[in-house]
C-alpha cells in the first residue's frame, strides 16, 4: 500500500475509535474546521480529530503518537502563530467540548477546554459573577488561561490563571488527571502562564468574583492631541483604584454614530476605561479625564459579558501582534509612542494599544511564570488588515514600536500577544528561573516534547 492509502486507513481506524467526527482533507467541513483567527495561516493537517469528550482526546493523542504525526490542539483559534494548526498532522478539535457549569454558592465555574470566554462569561451573568477574561469574547479560555490570562479587570480581580482552581489535563502518555494544589502540584504551578506544553486541558475549575454590573466609557480626541493625552492618562492611572482598568489605544475612527463624521476613518487617540462597580461610583473616579474635551465619548452601565464582546475583531483578517512591557513610561516614551502610531495601516482595524499594570497584577498569591505581570505598562501593537501587499508595512509598524519602546522595557512579555519571535523571547516570557522549573516540569509529563506546537518549553 502507498503511504496515502495507509495513512487513509490509519485515520479510518481513529474515526471508529472516538465519539465525534474525524474530518479529511477531502471531506466536507474540513477547510471550515482548519481555519484559525489568523487568516495569514494556511495549514492543512492530515487529520482534524473533533472530540467530544476527555477519551476522545486521549485516543487522538494515543492514535497520533503511533502514526509519529504532529499534534496540535485547537481551543479557539485565536493565537497569532496559528498554533493551533498543524500541518501534515492531526488537529486536536475541542469546540465541541463547550459547556460551563456555575457554582453560584462556592462561587465556582467549570470550563470545558473548548469554550470561548463567550461561553463563560454567557453562563455566569445571571449570578452577577465573573471572572477575568480575554479582551475580546472569542478567545478560548483554555489557551487563554494557560497562557496567564491578562483582561480588562485585571487589576481587580488578578490574571486568570490566579484564579485557576483545578485543570483536567490529558497528558502525552493519554493519561487524564486533575491537577490542583493538592495533586500534581508543580504541574499545577506549570499551568499558571506556562501554556499548552504539558498536556490537553479538558476542563478548567476558577473562582468567580461578584461583578454584577461594569461602567464602561470609550473617549476619543483626534491623533493630533494623542501624546498630551497618553500623559494624561498615565497620570490619571498612577492614582486609580483597582476597580479601574481599560487602555489607551491609537485607531481608526469606527462608522458608528457617537463619532462624528469627519473623525471616521481617521487617525484617532482613544481611552477606554472600566470600572468594576456602578456608575454613580466610577463617574467621580473617571473625571480627570472625562474633563479633557474629547471628541466623541460613549459611557454607560452594564454586564461585563456586554462589555467583553464590545470591542470583538471581525475574522477572517491578517495578523501580526507583538508587546512590550515597560518597567517605566516618561513624557519621552509617550511622545515616541505617538509618532510610532501614525506609521499605523490607516484605515483598518489595526490598534496600538497601551495598557495599564498595577493592582491586583502585583500582589499575585503565588510565584507563577508569568514576571511580566511586574512591570508598569504593556505597549501592543495589534495588527489587523485585509490586503496581503500591507504585509511588510505592518510588520514594520509592529516591529518598530518594539524598537522605540525598548529604553523603557523591562525585558518580560506576555506571550499570549505575540507570535513566534524566537527562543529567547520564550525565555523572557517566563523569566529564566522560571523557563528552568518549567523545564524540569516539561521532562516529567512531556518528556518526548509531544506537545511543542506552543510557545515552547523544552524538556530538561
Known sequence: MSPESLLRAAVSDLRD???????????????????????????RPAAIAQCENPADVAAAITWARAQDLEISVRGGGHSVAGLAVTGGGLMIDLRRMRGVRVDPQARTARVAGGATMSHLDRATEPFGLAVTGGRVSTTGVGGFTLGGGSGWVERKFGLACDNLLSAELVTADGELITADSQQHPELFWALHGGGGNFGVATALTF????????????????????????????????????????????????PEEFVPEHLVGQLLCGVVLCYTGPQDAALPVFAPLLELGDAARVQMEMPYAEFQCMLDDPPGLRNYWSAEYLGTFPDEAAEAFGQQARNMLVPSPSQQALLPLGGALDRPDGDYPVPWRHSAWAVHPLGLWEDPADDTRAKQWSDGLRDAMSPWASGAVYL???????????????????YARLSDVKAQYDPANVFHLNHNVLPA
Request: no cysteine; net charge negative.
Open 207 to 254: 473562582r468567580l468574583h461578584d461583578l454584577p454590573v461594569l461602567t464602561m466609557a470609550l473617549l476619543l480626541w483626534p491623533a493630533e492631541a494623542g501624546t498630551e493625552i497618553t500623559r494624561a492618562y498615565r497620570d490619571f492611572m498612577a492614582g486609580a483604584p483597582d476597580e479601574v482598568g481599560g487602555g489607551l489605544v491609537y485607531l481608526t475612527g469606527p
Open 416 to 434: 499570549n500577544f505575540i507570535g513566534d519571535e524566537g527562543w529567547s523571547r520564550v525565555v523572557a516570557g517566563y523569566g529564566e528561573a522560571g
Open 17 to 43: 475509535r472516538l465519539s465525534g467526527p474525524v474530518l479529511e482533507p477531502a471531506g466536507a467541513g474540513y477547510d471550515e474546521a482548519r481555519q484559525v483567527f489568523n487568516a495569514m495561516i494556511d495549514r
